[in-house]
């Protein structure tokens, strides 16, 4: 491909950008983001809505998203204070993406779980 051609090189990621996609693509990143798309949600909405999530966990998974503009941190003022996560709008640039997953894998399990039994059937 030369130069000036716009189209990407396939899996010529450099480390920046599988950096990135394991900080979006992550386990828990991945289910909080689906999460957030549905509506805004306070820290304890999301931990019942991911209920395999430990605090830790989630803590760290939105640490990451808000520091990678993902989503946003909303400090609510009433009493006690609140806060209450949701998705940025440049987060909600991954919507598409996101259920496009969704959708190839609920069409590829059926192939995967063929391959699967294959497989463990010769090994």
């Known amino acids: 491909m030369n130069e000036t051609s716009s189209a990407p090189t396939p899996l010529r990621l450099t480390a920046e950008h599988r950096a ?10 991945l289910q909080v983001l689906d999460a ?5 949600r306070r820290f304890n909405e999301l931990r019942r ?6 605090q830790k966990s989630l ?17 609510i003022d ?5 806060v209450e996560y949701r998705i940025s ?6 919507q598409d993406l996101i259920d496009g997953l969704w959708h190839w894998t ?3 399990l059926p192939e995967v779980r063929r391959a699967r039994a294959r497989f463990d059937e010769t090994g």
């Open 78 to 82: 009433t009493r006690p204070v609140a």
């Open 20 to 29: 990135l996609l394991d900080e979006i693509l992550d386990k828990w990143s």
């Open 49 to 54: 809505a991911i209920p395999a999530v430990t």
């Open 106 to 108: 609920a069409a590829a």
């Open 89 to 94: 709008e440049f987060g909600k640039t991954l």
């Open 59 to 75: 803590t760290a998974a939105l640490r990451r998203l808000e520091r990678n503009g993902m989503i946003e941190r909303v400090v």
């Open 36 to 40: 957030l798309c549905e509506r805004p």
